[in-house]
């Protein structure tokens, strides 16, 4: 029949066919050639660039004989070296080993399909817990507080007894209502997120539980800026231009990031000097680039608020910081970069001074009147327009430099204000106006002031009035609740 005969010739042909690879010599090993390249016959039978072979052709002939198609000028192609027939398929299609050792060990090609693992770091959210008190144990109260529901503790980590500053804000009554709760959540985790910076001090975690919000932040070194003041005298100008300076850089920081701090004041800058008070400072290594001995951070981030400048401002619904830091556009809900160089400007001549540029008069609104648009902040904001700011103080008729800076901070259009960044390279400030030899911290001769071709100009304590002893309540700085 036929279907036999097929059978028997196509077995015979494969005899053939297995006969003939093993008496072939080792130049003629089949190769495959790769796709798209035709193949032809070897010298004795005819070349063809057709892919459609008929059934019944010399298979054997085929399969020994098969190499690359001549090149479309004509030249033969060169021939291609030996193969076994035990070749791999990566072989036969043209790859190699990458060495002959890798081809004895048998070693085959392999493709890497793991996923590299991302460098993109997690974002970090408000985490919610059951209770606080499985992570934290709070401690002493930090100082009071004025802000309805809200305190700040010393506290300490279980899991390694880190001591940390927690803010502690109830869910009842620390907010307005759900938008305004929703606005706090945005921004505190936004600044969960940003790099950590010198100036600014860590936000490590926020817990949030049924009873309410817990900032965790750095517990920093050295005292704030108010109590660093109060019954000790007025810091050294040199001391006073270092603060400035870090409280700008840090502040530069924030506003690049498209943040407002909202709350600047003493209390919110922490103050540490590295050797203690009656050790002296070579401020003439410091200009050389030595590290400073004064360390200023930047604290309590509560009020801090997400604001990009291409987007339309938004109005606040209330006035939020404390009398005498708040600038006279944040009384009609206008908060900005501005208004945070308006509040450290107000820092700058209280450390000079030991006064507040304003009077603490102006500020005499009552519990509820905080709102944007209340007869009492209009009167408030309109006060603060026409209010003219003393510049008399002797120490401005020394430091010139210090009043120009200062009075542009503390000018009444926050379009007039330098920016933190701007600031920062005002003749005051920058490293090539700085006293080359400042008086030591504490002795004797911590009243002397020397200027820049070292001549005493005056003994400080002539010039500069002492900081008078404050109580414990804190005349011209109620907090805006």
């Known amino acids: 029949m036929v279907p036999e005969q097929t059978h028997q010739d196509t077995g015979e042909q494969q005899d053939t066919a297995n006969a003939l690879v093993k008496q072939e010599p080792a130049q003629n090993s089949p190769v495959i050639p790769p796709a798209g390249i035709a193949p032809k016959t ?54 190699k080993p990458e060495s002959l050792a890798m081809q004895r060990q048998g070693q085959g090609l392999t493709i890497d399909t793991t996923k590299e693992k991302s460098t993109k770091r997690e974002r970090k959210k408000i985490k919610v817990v059951e209770s606080v008190s499985d992570y934290y144990r709070l401690g002493e109260e930090v100082m009071p507080s004025s802000h309805s529901g809200m305190s700040v503790l010393f506290s300490r980590r279980l899991k390694d007894n880190l001591d940390v500053v927690i803010k502690v804000r109830a869910k009842v009554n620390s907010f307005c209502d759900r938008a305004e709760e929703k606005e706090w959540r945005d921004s505190t ?28 932040m750095e517990k920093v070194q050295g005292q704030d800026l108010f109590e660093t003041m109060t019954g000790k005298g007025l810091l050294p100008v040199a001391e006073v231009k ?47 680039g030595q590290h400073s001995p004064v360390q200023v951070k930047l604290i309590d ?45 107000v820092i700058g001549y209280r450390l000079l001074t030991s006064k507040f540029p304003f009077k603490s008069e102006i500020f005499d609104d009552d519990a509820g009147d905080n709102w944007v648009g209340s007869p009492k902040m209009k009167e408030i904001r309109d006060k603060l327009r026409k209010y003219q700011i ?24 926050g379009s007039q204000r330098p920016t933190a960044k701007a600031a920062l390279e005002h003749p005051w400030l920058d490293a090539a106006g700085r006293r080359k030899s400042v008086p030591a911290i504490g002795g004797e001769n911590s009243a002397r002031a020397i200027s820049d071709n070292g001549h005493i100009v005056k003994a400080v304590s002539e010039v500069l009035p002492h900081c008078v002893n404050n109580q414990s309540s804190r005349p011209g700085e109620e907090i805006l609740s």
Do not use: C
Not at 73 to 95: C, V
Not at 189 to 197: D, G, K, R, Y
């Open 42 to 95: 070897n010298d004795s039978a005819p070349s063809s660039s057709s892919s459609s072979a008929q059934p019944g052709k010399d298979i054997a002939s085929a399969a020994v004989s098969i190499t690359p198609s001549a090149s479309s000028s004509g030249a033969p192609a060169p021939p291609k070296e030996p193969l076994s027939p035990k070749s791999s398929i990566a072989e036969r299609r043209g790859f």
């Open 301 to 345: 981030f509560d009020t801090v608020e997400h604001a990009r400048p291409d987007t339309p401002k938004k109005k606040a619904k209330d006035v939020l910081g404390t009398d005498q830091y708040i600038a006279q556009e944040a009384y009609a809900g206008q908060y900005s970069a501005a208004s945070d160089v308006f509040a450290a400007g």
């Open 390 to 413: 003393n510049w008399d103080h002797r120490v401005f008729t020394v430091e010139p430099h210090a009043k120009n800076l200062l009075s542009s901070m503390l000018a009444v259009s």
């Open 189 to 216: 985790e936004f600044m969960l997120n940003i790099p950590e910076t010198e100036g600014i001090a860590k936000l490590y975690e926020v817990l949030e539980d049924r009873k309410g919000y817990y900032v965790v």
């Open 242 to 288: 270092e603060v400035l300076r870090q409280l700008l850089q840090a502040l530069a920081d924030l506003h690049g990031r498209n943040l407002i701090h909202k709350d600047l004041k003493l209390e919110n800058v922490m103050f540490d000097r590295t050797p203690p008070p009656n050790a002296k400072v070579n401020w003439d290594q410091f200009d050389s």
